[in-house]
């Protein structure tokens, strides 16, 4: 896969190549092919004001969900979120991509492959049986590898077993290719930090000395609506600064109403705005309610509000903080500098791989990556999935403490 320079041209409360009004242009006639029936604004259904959009397939592919929400600092990019999300979701289920079967042995047979164990198997996996593969580049080494279907498509047919649940981390969308390498790869890493937080139990310091006006702005609207919003670095020892934003409804006092929202950036003002536009689009889809993947609001209720912040208290604790002038940032004007930032930072941690499938499909046109990082965690997503990552950071690993080389 060859990368080339891609310069940013909107840097405003995100990054991107072209404005949310550029990209929506663009995108607003592709919902048919991709089989999006509705768009919806859903902002008025939480009292924060903050926008939020939805969007329904509902020929989605049997194992995925038929509804996805879209969130922005402004209603055009929370509208252009959705639309987006939509588009990550069709184009990565499989059609007319046939893997092809094998087993281990067979498929390494004179060809590159990544062993399936380098990407955090559950427990009990039986390798010795044929799985399906297909091909995806390795950006960090520039060879093309075989790599699991698993890992690639979300859904796999059921026919093709299952070697672990298929997931969406690492499908991302962009303007450009480059744009949605890079947008992959921070979910990657910020999944990552997140399952070493969980694994460690630990929420990281509280951000302080915030005087970004478009952070201060949404920070305000919480405060407003009486719900109380704790910003944390969660970031690994990757030099990319990953923040966990912790909304709690003082004033409902409604558990399914504790919601959690992640962004990375390279830059850390874009990292909090992500983590707290996903806050507020958390709240919007629990109070929506459409959404087949909210299951744990049931629990949440059972337990009750007192008791979900206590078995949660590493997330509403106060303590240790952190000046926002500390955290990581990387600032460039090109994505192709970003992605080779980031590769360099994950060399230094050890990762050796760096794997990129190009899901664009021709009827919709919009680049759509998956990017594979093998050795990064899934743990907060699948707790079947623990590795070595994990089980190093509960014996020395402190979420948010930054390596005195960075």
Not at 77 to 105: C, F, K, N, Q
Not at 181 to 202: K, P, Q, T
Not at 218 to 231: D, H, M, P, S, T
Request: with cysteine; hydrophobic share 40%; aromatic share 6%.
């Amino acid at each position: 896969m060859k990368l080339a320079s891609c310069r940013k041209r909107y840097q405003q409360e995100t990054h991107r190549t072209k404005s949310p009004e550029e990209t929506y242009a663009i995108i607003k006639d592709l919902v048919v092919p991709a089989g999006i029936t509705r768009v919806a604004d859903i902002t008025g259904l939480d009292r924060l004001g903050i926008p939020v959009f939805s969007c329904i397939r509902p020929d989605a592919a049997e194992g995925s969900i038929s509804v996805y929400n879209g969130k922005g600092a402004t209603e055009m990019a929370a509208r252009v979120s959705a639309i987006m999300e939509g588009l990550e979701r069709y184009s990565a289920e499989m059609h007319d991509r046939l893997p092809v079967m094998g087993t281990i042995d067979q498929m390494a047979d004179g060809r590159d492959l990544i062993d399936p164990t380098e990407l955090i198997l559950p427990k009990g996996v039986d390798l010795t049986f044929p799985i399906p593969w297909f091909s995806a580049s390795d950006i960090m080494q520039e060879s093309d590898v075989l790599v699991p279907a698993h890992a690639i498509f979300h859904p796999v047919h059921r026919s093709m077993g299952q070697l672990f649940r298929t997931s969406t981390n690492g499908i991302a969308s962009g303007n450009t290719l480059e744009e949605a390498v890079f947008h992959g790869l921070c979910e990657i890493i910020e999944r990552d930090a997140w399952s070493l937080a969980e694994a460690v139990n630990r929420g990281g310091p509280v951000i302080s000395g915030i005087e970004n006006q478009t952070i201060l702005s949404l920070l305000n609207r919480f405060k407003e609506a009486g719900v109380e919003i704790i910003l944390r670095d969660i970031s690994s020892e990757i030099g990319l600064p990953t923040v966990a934003a912790v909304a709690d409804d003082v004033t409902l006092r409604d558990p399914t109403l504790l919601c959690i929202g992640m962004g990375t950036h390279a830059v850390p003002e874009i990292a909090i705005l992500r983590a707290l536009t996903e806050a507020a689009q958390s709240r919007a889809t629990q109070i929506h309610g459409a959404r087949e993947d909210t299951q744990d609001s049931h629990m949440k209720r059972q337990i009750g509000y007192d008791r979900t912040k206590r078995l949660n208290k590493k997330w509403f604790e106060t303590g240790h903080t952190i000046d926002f002038s500390e955290m990581y940032a990387f600032r460039s004007e090109d994505f192709l500098d970003d992605i080779a930032y980031t590769l360099r930072e994950l060399k230094k941690a050890g990762i050796n791989h760096v794997l990129v499938t190009d899901l664009t499909r021709p009827e919709i046109g919009i680049p759509v990556v998956r990017v594979i990082v093998p050795g990064l965690e899934h743990f907060a997503m699948d707790p079947e999935r623990i590795g070595n990552r994990c089980r190093s950071a509960r014996r020395n690993y402190l979420p948010g403490s930054k390596p005195a080389s960075a």
